[in-house]
DNA sequence: TATGAATGAGCATTCATTCAT
DNA sequence: GATGAATGAATGCTCATTCAT
């Protein structure tokens, strides 16, 4: 019944909303919707966002949010789509030319932590996500297939780097995707509880290079060990 | 005004209720209410538990849960601190004699991995402690204090085995102690959209081994690389 | 945010509700809620009125109440502004051609103990203003503006009667204002314990007939000694 | 079944608590319950006061209150009593020895005068009281007892000055009460709505003088004018 | 006499959603 | 496409009161 002209084409990733409202502007308001949708969601949550919020935000009304999404639960899904579009685009976007296995391994992997601290709100958006067991994306195809290009990238690379005898061999593309996400998500998911808990902020200036340091070096000393 | 005495002794993990209620039972009272708020804030964070729903698993009624907590919010954060003290006892209750230092840091990664997996509701809680950018454990003394002893130990196994020439020198323990958590975090915490975009579940059976001796493998490739 | 249509015009009492509810009536909805809202602070207070009641009253639901009025203390204030504007209309609408300075003065004091005793909710609603110290109306300059055209008749008659040489002179408008309101107000408002500890009821019949001649005359005699 | 041991001696006016609260103190606890509940009462009313606030301002828990006075609507109606037998002591307390009725009078008034501006919060109390149509002192005789005096002595007083013929005659001592009682009452009840509607208090300083003498002279020349 | 613990009904307010135009 | 008006079922929290010791 609804769908997602944002995920038929190339997703951009949200930006800030920069136009002035017009009346009678279809897409644009469906676009404000979903930007102020992203930005409500982010902050508070799916019980915590507020529609009249949004609709606030979106220099919209209510109505008009169930017009386009049908529902709160739905517009939640549909940016949670978004999200995981535009870090797969993000991803995609590098190229590796000329590159050494070992610095295509290194660009990869600092290429999705530079996303996760750069983009919280998508991590806050799957923590959310998460806390209600993937519910909304369940009955999603889309996510899926975004992260297979990456997955695909992270192969050629494994290959490519074992071929030319510096990386080890079986190593599950998967399980090296999981490990790489892991160790950048975490310092940015829990920035919070690691600033109160440990009294460091370990995504902005020294402690966040020494964790990037730390943890490339940790990687490759795992993929070069034969 | 409101104190915590399960902060005050050992704390114990909170488990499941398995007691009948008797009347005139204050500290089972007050104890029910803790085990149903863990209960219905995990599975629902702050915003989305409901205070009637805690009641009536705590087998009492709403009132008393503001006569003991005083408010929703600080029955969260009650809830929090003690589950942090949890895990802090928990750790603190492994002994590494006879260990060697590699033998040490394999198994103090693992049972912090293994009480990650053991105890998702832990990780629920910090999640949603993270989405509401810590505030209520930001008043908490409790929770930083109770993370100094596991530091401490970290500390330790690294000395001897900087001392015993296996590890390599100039490891800050508070970045080790959060890489160990990423990794051991990641997989339990979004297990549910690793499952939605990658059709894998990592914290189970097959999958679970190979993520714990691909992880190990890796934190001691780097740790032993001098 | 809020803003009072009653005010904007020249106000009329609030009477009693005649009219059958109707659908999509904006107008008539807020009126609605405004005639119930008058008549349960009236009957109990801020603290004593329901806004169950009110909602019930107004044939609306409780919604409806902050759609319109933002809380149950502004439509409090909006009940109080409107209460004040309806006296100070009802004053305003005498007219005194003809009248020799004391007719004026018996007739505007008469006119003035005539409306508390037929409107004893503005009295009673003012009566709990006070128990509140004025909360809700220090923010409202309504109030004060719509005492400004009573208090300058006032200061004709008295000029006028000064000049005639039958008034003393030097009388403040204010003060008289206030004792003339005294009079009035006291027996009307603090008829229940009066009653109750002198066995009377001054406002009804021979005692207000009697009350009414004491202080007309009592009145007199002060403004006309010279 | 609870009696008032407050009405059965000669009343004493409500002071400050000054007593430390010692163990095993019947008449202590019940006094400082009556005290902190006339506080509570004046501050809120009776809908607007809390049970838990007064027992804590007593010293004492919730339970004695319902141990020594039933119900809150029966503290209501001590502290009520309590209040109005206060004023009458006071009233009772002024010799006129010596006085002419012109002074006699003068000095009763302001003396009524003068307790109204020195206990406003008696004013809250009976506001509150005809705010609920003297519901709980209707069943009380204490109150009607405690205005007969006062009564009395107006009526000895307008006597002689009949009788010394500076006073006119047929003058009800009942209505010349609640005039007098109507002037003082005024302007400290409703000093609030006054401050708001017309900028002056009339309650302090110099507009406190002009407002006696000015009620003084036109009482007196009410009664003087033969 | 005194007290901490317990209760159920009720409170103002907010929620996501739908109606009528 | 767009909008103000309307709804009923929660929501967190507080109330006066009573129980058990």
Redesign the pocket.
């Known amino acids: 019944m609804w769908t997602n002209p944002e995920l038929s084409a190339h997703s951009l990733i949200i930006g800030y909303m920069t136009d002035l409202?017009?009346?009678?502007?279809?897409?644009?308001?469906?676009r404000r919707i979903l930007e102020a949708a992203t930005e409500e969601f982010t902050r508070a949550g799916l019980?915590?966002?507020?529609?009249?919020?949004i609709?606030k935000k979106a220099?919209?009304?209510?109505?008009?949010?169930?017009?386009?999404f049908?529902?709160?639960?739905q517009?939640f899904t549909t940016v949670l789509e978004v999200a995981f579009a535009a870090f797969s685009d993000a991803e995609l976007a590098i190229s590796f030319d000329g590159d050494t296995p070992v610095e295509a391994m290194t660009r990869l992997m600092h290429s999705i932590w530079d996303f996760y601290r750069e983009h919280p709100e998508l991590l806050r958006l799957v923590n959310n996500e998460n806390l209600h067991e993937a519910r909304y994306l369940k009955k999603s195809m889309a996510v899926r297939a975004s992260m297979q290009p990456i997955l695909l990238r992270l192969k050629e690379i494994l290959a490519q780097g074992e071929l030319a005898g510096v990386f080890r061999s079986q190593v599950e593309p998967e399980l090296l995707f999981i490990t790489i996400s892991a160790l950048g998500y975490y310092v940015v998911s829990n920035r919070y509880t690691i600033e109160t808990s440990m009294g460091l902020d370990f995504t902005l200036g020294e402690e966040c290079d020494a964790t990037v340091r730390m943890h490339t070096e940790m990687m490759l000393a795992y993929l070069t060990r034969l």
Do not use: C, F, H, I
Not at 47 to 53: E, L, M, N, P, Y
Not at 59 to 68: I, Q, V
């Open positions: 409202k017009t009346k009678r502007d279809p897409l644009g308001t469906r019980s915590g966002a507020r529609v009249d919020q609709a220099l919209t009304n209510e109505r008009m949010l169930y017009y386009y049908g529902s709160k639960e517009l």
